[in-house]
């Protein structure tokens, strides 16, 4: 069964704090690995990531594949606190049906 | 360019009843997706359609269905009510095309509520 999993669940920071988010999975057929920002709505897209190694930025965040080692991270660095969100980390499997992660929630204090 | 666009945005049933939910794709994509986001379970996919044809469904009952327009435009039918339907219900829409990485953009969903 496939199966993507976040960690850590939860983290709390402080303004300016650089924070890193994990995601490893087990997918049938991986096709890509997208990372969304969800706060008291719907996820909003940040990232796609097909290719091992190849670093995605934007902005103040960024991330990367390791397609051999089955996971990704996501960086934010100079945390604000506008980035205080539940970040989903899905994978795209040859269904065209996203898997998604439980989330991890972030929230950055003043 | 319009978002994902879903109507409507809340809606409160009773049990044994059903429900319909619409969503309409950014234009020029082909492929809408369903999926119900609970506390519990999180995302959980439902199903996918491109071009009026369901591709793919997840692990939902006979309850759940859907359809494509040929405008794009696609609904979701939950029949017979329960508790546990209570959700957002979230529609993402990308081209869809076979061999392409399609990023899936997610509209502001539905918030369903069943007593």
Request: net charge positive; aromatic share 10%.
């Amino acid at each position: 069964e496939d199966k993507v999993v976040q960690s850590p669940l939860s983290l709390v920071v402080h303004e300016g704090d650089t924070v890193t988010l994990n995601c490893s999975y087990e997918v049938t057929n991986f096709r890509s690995l997208l990372w969304y920002k969800q706060e008291k709505k719907a996820p909003t897209f940040l990232f796609m990531l097909t290719s091992s190694g190849i670093e995605k930025k934007s902005g103040r965040l960024s991330s990367i594949l390791d397609k051999k080692e089955l996971f990704s991270i996501l960086n934010i660095t100079a945390t604000q606190t506008g980035d205080s969100a539940v970040y989903l980390c899905a994978v795209e499997n040859s269904g065209y049906a996203l898997n998604f992660g439980k989330g991890t929630s972030l929230l950055v204090t003043p | 360019k319009a978002g994902v666009t879903q109507t409507p945005r809340y809606l409160i049933k009773t049990r044994g009843q059903q429900v319909t939910l619409s969503c309409s794709p950014i234009s020029g994509h082909r492929s809408v997706s369903w999926y119900q986001q609970t506390p519990g379970q999180g995302l959980q996919f439902l199903f996918e359609y491109f071009s009026e044809t369901q591709r793919n469904k997840g692990n939902f009952p006979g309850r759940f269905s859907g359809r494509q327009f040929s405008n794009s435009r696609s609904e979701m039918n939950v029949s017979t009510l329960e508790l546990g339907d209570s959700a957002l219900y979230l529609c993402a829409s990308s081209p869809g095309l076979a061999g392409s990485y399609n990023e899936q953009f997610f509209g502001p969903g539905t918030r369903l509520t069943v007593l």
